[in-house]
């Protein structure tokens, strides 16, 4: 009997290491999940593995402490999935299939993929900013905007409507004509209307306005106003009134230059130097982190104060984000929400993009997918009761909104002419009343909401001149106060 047991003890001593390190196939909190990675993170072979492994640890652990406290069947799945995952992680790590050694040669041609995509990147940004460095901008065009119910309507408009801004941001011009008009069961069928076309210039820190026309037109019984305001356009219609303004607020508006001369200096150092290198490698699949050397460069151009140096801790990415080859791939769990794209090229060498996200653990979650392809830019998104779905190509955009079956919006762009634009927006939304005793909705309004607006962007030189005319504007001041007594 005594060798029996002494066997027996040796079979179970030599069993206990096959118990103790195998890890569950999931966990549901976070507290479990923290009790069997650490002594696994803590066997890691480098400062920089274990501070990896434990950023990707707190983003599981933080997941499912919201999931628990979800009370929606999804936080359920949501949990076990994210449990699952998490102990596939800790299983990976135990495993040995990272690997922290990444030679020189393979940090290289991994930094080097990642920055031929910041290269297009940054392509794009810059011809935008060399326009607006080198020219001044004119935006021209018209505005026109109407709101219809059972009870109440009105209509607003912009025509003309031009804005001009200098190339070194130190004059403005703004100059455009506003209509409005109102009407609807409200005012018992009468309706009331106002035009006004004036023009704001602004040259450094001085300011002048003026109003060149004026129309208003009322049938509700608003007669003393509208007399008093008719009144007053008229003793200042023609007259440009001068303003100094705070240097501050000058200053605010020419920061845009500031920043363009600082974009550009970023722009430079992202045609060279990758964002991302590698922390560790699994298979042929290269973990990816912030580069420190490329994050201090960019903060010094920013000119980002407080930051001397940057933790480990803070270049840590804890989502998988991954590359093989020329292909990024990200997988994202966070509270609330789940989210997977793919970075890649086509056989032609340009850039595909795939994002999808969905809110998890909770009622009627959104979902929503973004993709690029070589001819287009698609997005959809939707819910239980609503589904967007949106495309825009090189000379178009147009996208729909939908309750159930029935459309309830609709957005379109077009491409005129060289940088302009037309745009057509509609939205219509009923509002209803709901019957508690017979358990029914019923109809009480319909209201629809119409949008539309053509622009023409313009680069070259325009000349802003200030008049050698004009009031002070404490003469305004003056006529607006004596108005209202």
Do not use: C
């Amino acid at each position: 009997m005594q060798k029996i047991s002494r066997y027996l003890s040796l079979g179970i001593i030599a069993m206990m290491p096959v118990w103790t390190t195998h890890a569950a196939s999931t966990i549901t909190s976070a507290s479990a999940l923290g009790r069997e990675a650490t002594p696994v993170i803590q066997s890691l072979p480098t400062p920089t593995a274990r501070a990896w492994a434990t950023a990707r640890i707190n983003m599981y652990k933080n997941a499912l402490k919201s999931a628990q406290r979800s009370y929606s069947s999804d936080g359920r799945t949501y949990q076990r999935e994210v449990g699952t995952e998490a102990m596939e992680y800790i299983r990976a790590l135990q495993n040995g299939d990272y690997t922290y050694t990444i030679s020189d040669e393979e940090r290289r041609a991994t930094e080097a993929t990642i920055v031929s995509y910041q290269k297009e990147l940054v392509r794009a940004i810059r011809e935008y900013i060399t326009q607006v460095q080198e020219n001044d901008t004119r935006e021209s065009g018209n505005i026109h905007m109407t709101f219809n119910s059972n009870e109440l309507g009105f209509d607003l408009e912009f025509d003309p409507f031009s804005v001009i801004n200098s190339q070194d941001m130190r004059k403005t011009e703004v100059e455009m004509g506003i209509k409005y008009r109102i009407y609807g069961k409200w005012f018992d069928g009468k309706s009331a209307s106002m035009y006004a076309r004036g023009k704001i210039l602004r040259v450094d820190n001085h300011l002048y306005i003026t109003l060149h026309d004026y129309s208003v037109i009322s049938t509700i019984d608003w007669v003393k106003m509208i007399d008093d305001v008719k009144a007053f356009l008229e003793k200042i219609k023609w007259k440009t009134y001068h303003q100094k303004l705070d240097k501050e607020m000058v200053e605010s508006m020419q920061d845009w230059q500031k920043w363009i001369e600082s974009m550009e200096k970023v722009l430079k150092k992202l045609e060279t130097a990758s964002l991302l290198t590698p922390v560790a490698r699994q298979g042929s699949d290269y973990i990816l982190m912030f580069r420190k050397s490329t994050i201090l460069d960019l903060a010094r151009l920013t000119k980002t104060s407080g930051i001397a140096d940057v933790q480990l801790k803070n270049l840590l990415i804890p989502t998988d984000l991954r590359m093989n080859g020329t292909t990024v791939i990200l997988n994202w769990r966070t509270p609330g929400l789940q989210v997977s794209g793919k970075l890649s090229r086509d056989t032609s060498g340009t850039a595909l993009l795939e994002i999808d996200g969905q809110e998890r653990a909770t009622y009627d979650p959104w979902k929503w997918k973004l993709s690029r392809t070589p001819g287009y830019w698609a997005f959809a998104m939707s819910s239980e009761e609503y589904t967007v779905d949106a495309k825009a190509t090189a000379t178009s955009a147009e996208a729909t909104v939908k309750e159930g079956n029935k459309t309830i919006a609709t957005a379109r762009i077009d491409e005129t002419w060289l940088n302009a634009w037309s745009y057509n927006m509609q939205a219509s939304w009923d509002i209803f009343s709901y019957d508690w005793e017979n358990d029914t909705r019923k109809p009480e309004d319909t209201m629809t909401l119409r949008i539309w607006w053509a622009l023409k962007r313009e680069f070259g030189n325009f000349t802003l001149t200030p008049p050698t005319l004009y009031e002070e504007m404490s003469r305004l001041q003056e006529q607006l106060e004596s108005m209202s007594e």
